[in-house]
């Protein structure tokens, strides 16, 4: 077996209550079209835009109410 898998483009999971956590990209662009360079072979994004380090999430959302978490 070779490995993994190439692909042409990132592998996005939904994690219920969290993040979008993105394997396999190079860059992110956020709501403002900044783009953001990733260095890490799986980035976690923000979706509840309460994380200090936009559009990377921080965890934040644990602090969130049940209800009010994406």
């Known amino acids: 077996m070779s ?3 190439q692909h042409d483009h990132p592998d996005v999971v939904l ?3 969290g993040p979008v956590l993105v394997r396999g990209a190079h860059t992110v662009q956020d ?3 900044q783009v953001h360079e990733v260095r890490r072979p799986v980035v976690a994004l923000c979706r509840c835009a309460k994380s200090a380090r936009l559009p990377f999430c921080d965890g934040t959302h ?3 109410p049940e209800g ?3």
């Open 3 to 5: 490995g993994p898998p």
């Open 15 to 17: 994690c219920p209550g």
């Open 31 to 33: 709501a403002d079209g």
């Open 62 to 64: 644990k602090l969130l």
């Open 68 to 70: 009010a978490r994406p």
